[in-house]
């Protein structure tokens, strides 16, 4: 189920992408599509939105803030304050672009930040050639 009143943070109302900066409401993680796909399949319903860009290959997810800022893992870059990221409308949930690939839940958007790093190091090993 997708909220139906969305967060401070959101602009429920505007059809357009809009830029939000990191460490305030949430941290995010961005990683590749590849890597981000893997770890999602393993995440399953315990994780929280996930956003896609579905032309730059990448994935993230939002982590309370503070939250990985310690974190040294290949290709996975948390983005805190200082960082902005590129948020899709509400109701964008397909591609092309950028979208919801997990939309917005009712009760949550964070994913639990340990969890999705061990989902992230299985993903790595998984995609190690």
Request: with cysteine.
């Amino acid at each position: 189920m997708t909220v139906s009143r969305a967060p401070r943070w959101m602009c429920y109302y505007s059809p357009e992408v809009r830029t939000v900066p990191a460490g305030r409401w949430w941290n995010a993680i961005r990683v590749p599509v590849a890597l981000g796909s893997l770890a999602l399949q393993s995440l399953g319903d315990e994780t929280g939105a996930v956003i896609k860009d579905g032309y730059g290959g990448i994935m993230y997810w939002l982590v309370p803030p503070g939250d990985a800022s310690e974190w040294r893992m290949a290709d996975v870059q948390v983005l805190g304050r200082g960082s902005h990221v590129a948020v899709p409308p509400l109701r964008r949930t397909s591609g092309p672009g950028l979208y919801w690939r997990v939309p917005l839940s009712h009760d949550r958007y964070w994913t639990d930040t340990e969890r999705l790093r061990s989902a992230l190091s299985e993903a790595a090993v998984t995609a190690a050639p």
